[in-house]
């Protein structure tokens, strides 16, 4: 199966899990595997903290920077790194940096 995020309708959501700004987001979900989701974040925007239940979730940054709250330490992300959040663990992210924090999140069912 080919994911082609770019012909996906991107939507425009505000306060993405309770974060600040808005979160252009593409998403593929299947009931029985799960979502694979491609996420933009604008400069200041972020995605609210939040904890997963039923499934655990690894983001991959493809571009920009910015800082992950993961369990309530902070760690600074940028292209190239990988953050896991598993079941039951709480995280957020916040786009710190001058362009658009574009993100590949896998929420597998567990």
Do not use: W
Request: net charge negative; with cysteine; proline share 6%.
């Amino acid at each position: 199966m080919i994911l082609d995020f770019a012909s996906m309708a991107a939507n425009t959501i505000p306060g993405f899990k309770g974060g600040e700004g808005e979160a252009i987001v593409r998403k593929f979900d299947d009931p029985r595997m799960g979502a694979v989701v491609r996420i933009t974040l604008p400069q200041g925007a972020s995605i609210g903290l939040h904890t997963h239940s039923g499934n655990c979730e690894i983001v991959y940054v493809l571009s920009g920077s910015g800082q992950c709250i993961d369990d309530g330490a902070e760690y600074p992300i940028s292209a190239g790194v990988c953050h896991y959040c598993p079941e039951g663990h709480t995280h957020s992210i916040r786009n710190t940096g001058g362009e658009p924090l574009e993100l590949l999140g896998v929420l597998p069912v567990v």
